[in-house]
């Protein structure tokens, strides 16, 4: 028997951001967006926004890469005097449809917090700044002011002559999206210059706005294809700057163990080998998260992207698996463990129709089936719904990955079990407590088991009542268990 044992004490508060969404228009790579907006109506669709409410976000991303040849102000105003844009990394041609005003009506209607990406002189990227056959798309902190107040600002003129009084009230602006990574095997800034234009964006949106947070972009140089160019001096030089509240990195990996059979369709010829990697792959997320601590100063730490990526199709097919939702139940754990200076993190693409990463999968023709949650969204979705407001000690046993949170007198634990053949029973204790009750909701489900849409619902999670103070978790299963003491 496995001894889950908790002391209750409140810890460190828990950011409610952890649980973050990251929406991009991804052209042609994944419909994303636009698969989400119904034209013809000009609203979103209501599949989409049902399914959202049900994953609950806390907080949605609007940018990424496409931030960073975006013109906020091409996408706002009449539908029909909106100017559609090329999407320069992910193909294709954006009609800007979907802008300022429509993100924060989603974010509303999901009850999330908007983040927004500012165009920060398209990172020093020239390929981007001055594409062939294009205007130019380099983003100034003129125009990065020029949008807080047109978000914030309650006598925004240009806000109220389209016809919204009240303002949208962003409060948290990330300043360029990968600023340290080659994009197309092209360098932009160097850290310094990316520093400096740190520092100016930040003065400049600072003044429109004093109380928003801004948060600065301080993950190490990745150049993909040279990978002796390194500078880990970026979250350091960020952390160095005043103005600036939290410093920005993503994280996209693979098992971390040699020979990933993570790809393609490698991982259906050896159920316990796919495990195996399945299971070791959080390892790479805590020693990314260790880093940024090692040099992030007094500041606060967020990942706004965060994500299995693989080589082959659709981003990785195994990514529907029930074994990449229990790595990702892993993940999250980690991501918990890191809850004293993590403020924001995601796991997921948020919705698309093609990438195997997101959270919610739209069918294709929109009216040809249901929206639903891949593996992914199962586990933010599971997790988010039972969680504390403050971290919790917690001790445990045996072969089971386990986290806790408490909130007055109810205990949380996210539990992993990370053997894929045996079930464990677990022993639950609250030191120094009685357990009055206890539910666990679990998903159940055999690793290799694979969603779509003609079982979207096989990953729902089920609802044990515990009796007395012991449980059976099966093989393979996430779970979220609330204790009344």
Not at 207 to 233: C, F, V
Not at 388 to 393: R, V
Request: aromatic share 10%; proline share 5%; hydrophobic share 40%.
């Amino acid at each position: 028997m496995i001894r889950i044992s908790v002391k209750p004490a409140p810890q460190h508060e828990i950011s409610p951001y952890l649980y973050m969404q990251f929406m991009e228009p991804l052209g042609v790579s994944d419909s994303s967006v636009d698969a989400a907006w119904d034209f013809v109506e000009e609203k979103w669709q209501d599949k989409v926004i049902e399914k959202a409410r049900e994953l609950a976000p806390t907080m949605v991303r609007f940018g990424g890469c496409f931030a960073s040849y975006y013109h906020w102000m091409e996408a706002v105003g009449p539908q029909k005097n909106r100017v559609p844009m090329k999407n320069h990394l992910w193909g294709g041609v954006y009609l800007n449809q979907v802008g300022t005003h429509e993100f924060a009506e989603f974010c509303r209607r999901v009850e999330a917090e908007p983040l927004v990406v500012v165009n920060m002189e398209s990172e020093g990227y020239a390929h981007w700044q001055h594409p062939k056959n294009d205007t130019d798309r380099t983003g100034t902190a003129e125009e990065a002011a020029a949008w807080v107040r047109y978000c914030n600002d309650p006598e925004d003129a240009l806000r109220i002559s389209h016809g919204v009084r009240e303002p949208y009230n962003v409060k948290y602006w990330q300043l360029g999206n990968e600023t340290s990574y080659s994009n197309g095997g092209a360098l932009g800034f160097t850290s310094d210059e990316a520093a400096e234009a740190t520092r100016r964006f930040a003065a400049a949106m600072r003044k429109a706005d004093p109380s928003i947070r801004l948060i600065a972009w301080g993950d190490e140089t990745k150049h993909y294809t040279r990978p002796e160019i390194t500078d880990r001096s970026w979250c350091r030089k960020m952390a160095a700057l005043d103005g600036i509240d939290m410093i920005a990195f993503h994280h996209h990996f693979d098992s971390g163990l040699p020979d990933s059979v993570l790809r393609e369709h490698l991982y259906r010829k050896d159920p316990d080998a796919t495990w195996q990697h399945f299971m070791y792959a959080h390892n790479s997320l805590n020693d990314t998260i260790l880093r940024m601590r090692a040099n992030r100063g007094a500041k606060r730490l967020a990942m706004t992207e965060g994500h299995f990526s693989f080589p082959g199709k659709n981003r990785g097919t195994t990514l529907c698996t029930w074994a990449a939702g229990a790595a990702y139940a892993r993940c999250h754990n980690v991501i918990m463990r890191h809850s004293d200076v993590l403020d924001i993190a995601t796991l997921a693409d948020f919705f698309g129709n093609t990438w195997q990463s997101n959270a919610i999968m739209i069918p294709a023709p929109i009216n040809s089936g249901e929206a639903f949650l891949m593996p992914v969204g199962t586990v933010m979705s599971l997790f988010g719904h039972h969680q504390g407001k403050f971290a919790a000690e917690v001790r445990c046993s045996g072969d089971c990955d386990v986290v806790a949170s408490v909130t007055g007198n109810t205990v949380f634990l996210h539990v992993q079990n990370t053997d894929m053949h045996f079930p464990r029973e677990i022993r639950l204790e609250v030191e120094g407590r009685k357990i009055k009750k206890a539910v666990m909701y679990c998903i159940d489900a055999n690793p290799m088991t694979e969603i779509s849409s003609q079982n979207p619902h096989v990953f729902d999670p089920k609802t044990v009542m515990i009796e007395g103070e012991t449980v059976i978790l099966p093989p393979a299963a996430a779970a979220a268990v609330e204790i009344e003491t």
